[in-house]
T-cell receptor
Framework: EAEVAQSPRYKITEKSQAVAFWCDPI?????LYWYRQILGQGPELLVQ????????DSQLPKDRFSAERLKGVDSTLKIQPAELGDSAMYLC???????????????FGPGTRLLVL | AQSVTQLGSHVSVSEGALVLLRCNYS??????LFWYVQYPNQGLQLLLK??????LVKGINGFEAEFKKSETSFHLTKPSAHMSDAAEYFC?????????FGAGTRLFVKA
């Protein structure tokens, strides 16, 4: 069964350093999502792509976070510089992105757990 | 704007007992509603969803949920809990085009 791949699974960094996370969605999925999940909370959408275009990044802290999906396939989320409050699980998800997009199932990867010291 | 409230951050049941996890939502447009499950250090997996049509939705692993518009609720149930059901459960709503997740309910199953 096709899965969403993410790497690394775990990352420990010091504050003020740069970190990057990678996501490879299920083949053929046009929509890609990055979520941040703080311990004890539900996921919060950071950015949503339709193919290579950003359709929602209203919750992305743009002074330090950036996301790209240059060829409309895999995606990278970067944090520079990292802050203590960025410690969280970063989840990537993908969906087909067709006409029924609003009700589509999102398929989640295993996540990257980030710890900022 | 839409929001989701999950009542009870922790729920504990005995193995074989009824599982009831509560979810209430608000949405200015007809909502799409989802329940996801998350096991430790893993991503989320869809249990079931309501988009249109039948208000009683059946999902995987014996779970089901009923959309009640008048009560703005979408509670998750399972007749008989199994030890393997112990996990975190998230209710989510799509009112416009953004998915909003609840804070989650951790289910404990006692032997």
């Amino acid at each position: 069964e096709a899965e969403v791949a993410q790497s690394p699974r775990y990352k420990i960094t010091e504050k003020s350093q740069a970190v990057a996370f990678w996501c490879d969605p299920i083949s053929g999925h046009a929509t890609l999502y990055w979520y941040r999940q703080i311990l004890g909370q539900g996921p919060e959408l950071l950015v949503q792509f339709q193919d290579e275009s950003v359709v929602d990044d209203s919750q992305l802290p743009k002074d330090r976070f950036s996301a790209e999906r240059l060829k409309g396939v895999d995606s990278t989320l970067k944090i520079q510089p990292a802050e203590l409050g960025d410690s969280a699980m970063y989840l990537c998800a993908s969906s087909l992105g067709g006409q029924g997009a609003r009700g589509e199932t999102q398929y989640f990867g295993p996540g990257t757990r980030l710890l900022v010291l | 704007a839409q929001s989701v409230t999950q009542l009870g951050s922790h729920v504990s049941v005995s193995e074989g007992a009824l599982v009831l996890l509560r979810c209430n939502y608000s949405s200015s447009v007809p909502p799409y509603l989802f329940w996801y499950v998350q096991y430790p250090n893993q991503g989320l997996q869809l249990l079931l969803k309501y988009t249109t049509g039948a208000t009683l939705v059946k999902g995987i692993n014996g779970f089901e949920a009923e959309f009640k518009k008048s009560e703005t609720s979408f509670h998750l149930t399972k007749p008989s809990a199994h030890m393997s059901d112990a996990a975190e459960y998230f209710c989510a709503v799509i009112g416009g085009f953004k998915t909003i997740f609840g804070a989650g309910t951790r289910l404990f199953v006692k032997a």
